[in-house]
């Protein structure tokens, strides 16, 4: 069997990310191809645990327990759910992947990358994504955009539905993680695709949508 194709969707917090993989889904689905949308932390009990630690406690974890707990849960989701899906033909849309690590611990939390590196090697290191789509935003407009996140259904919990603790943080905060995105998306042109995500939802899916038809002929049935 032919194994699937791993599309993650990264990018500060508020620009859209839930909303984009949901749209990409639906698209590939109405193409017949077999989809499983995930998301970190999270996709698994354990891991959904975890993500109400690390995103909704206010327990004061020191950055180095927080990029452990991060990759533990990660850890789960790439054994129970990712390799699994990929294997069986299945494409996953990961709604943020190990990109993630390197930008909100690395950049945010100015954690060396050379530990997130070796993390990296223990739980994933032969498991790159096919394509990853890191939609843009200037750090400014994050606060205006954080609200329009309260109604995504995939974030099942009542508690996904305020701000988190990384959506509290302040504009420094993610100008640095905005700034390690991009510079990854220097370094991998091949795999990470850079769009713009300050026009509505449609432009945008449209944006997305194409370059995937651009990327992979067989989904460009409409």
């Known amino acids: 069997m032919q194994r699937g194709k791993l599309i993650t969707f990264e990018g500060?917090?508020?620009?859209?990310?839930?909303?984009?993989?949901?749209?990409?889904?639906?698209?590939?689905?109405?193409?017949?191809?077999?989809?499983?949308?995930?998301?970190?932390?999270?996709?698994?009990?354990?891991g959904e645990k975890i993500r109400q630690i690390?995103?909704?406690?206010?327990?004061?974890?020191?950055?180095?327990?927080?990029?452990?707990?991060?990759?533990?849960?990660?850890?789960?989701?790439?054994?129970?759910?990712?390799?699994?899906?990929?294997?069986?033909?299945?494409?996953?849309?990961?709604?943020?992947?190990?990109?993630?690590?390197?930008?909100?611990?690395?950049?945010?939390?100015?954690?060396?990358?050379?530990?997130?590196?070796?993390?990296?090697?223990?739980v994933a290191s032969d498991l790159s994504p096919d394509l990853t789509i890191l939609l843009n935003l200037p750090s400014e407009h994050i606060h205006d955009r954080i609200p329009s996140n309260q109604h995504d259904m995939f974030r099942a919990s009542v508690s996904d539905k305020i701000p988190d603790n990384f959506e509290s943080e302040e504009k420094p905060f993610f100008e640095r993680v905005r700034n390690v995105y991009l510079k990854r998306a220097e370094q991998e042109p091949g795999r990470i695709e850079v769009i713009d995500a300050s026009p509505d939802k449609e432009t945008v899916s449209g944006e997305i949508i194409a370059l995937v038809k651009k990327r992979w002929p067989e989904t460009d049935n409409e």
């Open 12 to 46: 500060i917090d508020g620009v859209g990310k839930s909303t984009q993989a949901a749209v990409l889904e639906s698209f590939l689905l109405r193409q017949g191809i077999d989809v499983k949308r995930t998301c970190e932390p999270g996709g698994v009990p354990v």
């Open 54 to 122: 690390l995103l909704h406690e206010k327990e004061d974890l020191s950055n180095l327990a927080e990029l452990l707990l991060f990759f533990a849960a990660r850890a789960e989701h790439v054994h129970r759910v990712v390799r699994p899906a990929l294997e069986q033909g299945q494409w996953v849309i990961c709604d943020r992947f190990i990109d993630a690590s390197y930008a909100y611990q690395g950049g945010g939390r100015k954690i060396k990358s050379g530990w997130i590196d070796t993390l990296v090697k223990w």
